[in-house]
């Protein structure tokens, strides 16, 4: 047997076509998509074999990207040279050399094997994975825990480092005065932006969105997240209203409706109010009053609203005869009138004939 080394002196790949060297044993980064950093590998640097013996290449990979179907190919000399191994035919042919991958790919294991081996196989392989690439997924946005008015609110955004020495941007749509610290979570591979703001009741139902920016090649490419904040504060603004508004009848019904903004929504309150007693109406936004009260010479009672700790600003409301009442005295007055006035008549024209 003639013993020949199987691999020889190293030659240079051309840039940007992502090939794993077998020359080399040290996990060298190579990028696939311009600057996205996806795969190394761990090779030996020369192996050597028996002429008509077989041999046994161990390989590793390591990847950035979740591959679900992971294909390697070999190739000869070149690396746009012979194709002398495709992952997808588990034993192909080149010059009968027979090659097969007996590691399991999905575990990042490239181990090849090599039979049949004689002197016309002697070269450089190349090794290099074939998959398709997808765009980064969204990052991840998320609100911790409740966040209180005046209180420190924290929202963090998260991105796969696609490449430790070129980690993406990521952007805020809005930064609500607050502070920006962006890190690589150790021991994982993301890139963290953690918004610290202070809790404003007019950033309640803001949306604000992170955006993940990355280079391929010359272009930027982005992908964004939204999210809506939600921010915990004691009620604003709390009215009391009456419909109909103007002049209340007697026996009319009136629907007062309290107004207020909070988070989260509290409960109502309504109270009447008359000289010094004080008396619950009832705990719905809207309260309907079946039978106004008063009296004829336009008495009010002030009625008010209660939400959390706010309390609205008194409402009267004040009752009026019905407008039938008063045409019936009207009309009563009016007949009376007019049968005085007709007895009067009558007995002047009584007069003026016995004259």
């Excluded at 076509?17 to 590998?41: M, V």
């Excluded at 591979?189 to 950033?203: C, E, G, P, Q, R």
Aim: hydrophobic fraction near 40%; include cysteine.
């Amino acid at each position: 047997m003639v013993e020949g080394p199987l691999i020889h002196k190293e030659k240079r790949a051309k840039r940007g076509q992502g090939l794993l060297k077998l020359l080399h044993s040290l996990a060298t980064c190579f990028s696939f998509l311009g600057s996205l950093c996806l795969f190394s590998a761990n090779l030996p640097s020369e192996v050597k074999a028996l002429n008509g013996s077989c041999l046994l290449i161990p390989c590793t990979f390591n990847s950035t990207v979740l591959i679900s179907q992971p294909v390697v190919v070999w190739r000869i000399n070149e690396s746009s040279g012979v194709e002398v191994f495709n992952g997808s035919q588990p034993l192909a042919n080149w010059r009968n050399l027979s090659i097969s991958v007996i590691g399991v790919l999905t575990q990042r294991n490239c181990t090849m094997f090599m039979a049949n081996i004689t002197f016309q196989h002697q070269g450089l392989f190349y090794l290099r994975p074939k998959v398709n690439v997808d765009f980064p997924d969204r990052p991840t946005l998320t609100q911790w825990n409740t966040i209180r008015e005046n209180s420190t609110g924290i929202l963090t955004c998260k991105a796969p480092l696609m490449c430790s020495y070129q980690p993406p941007t990521l952007m805020w749509s809005n930064t609500l005065n607050g502070t920006l610290h962006q890190y690589v979570e150790p021991g994982t591979k993301s890139v963290i932006s953690n918004l610290s703001f202070t809790a404003l009741y007019v950033y309640d139902e803001m949306n604000v969105t992170c955006t993940l920016q990355y280079l391929v090649g010359a272009d930027n490419r982005s992908a964004g997240q939204s999210l809506t904040l939600s921010v915990h504060y004691h009620p604003r603004g709390t009215t009391a209203s009456i419909n109909p508004s103007g002049k209340i009848l007697l026996a009319m019904s009136v629907t007062l409706t309290c107004t207020s903004r909070a988070n989260p929504a509290s409960n109502y309150t309504w109270y009447k109010v008359n000289g010094t007693t004080v008396s619950t109406l009832g705990s719905e936004q809207n309260l309907t009053l079946l039978d106004a009260w008063g009296s004829s010479c336009g008495g009010c009672s002030n009625v008010l609203c209660q939400r959390g700790l706010l309390t609205s600003a008194p409402s009267c409301v004040s009752a009026a005869p019905a407008p039938y009442i008063i045409i019936g005295i009207e009309a009563i007055l009016i007949a009376a009138l007019t049968s005085i006035l007709v007895y009067t008549l009558t007995r002047w024209e009584l007069k003026i004939s016995m004259i």
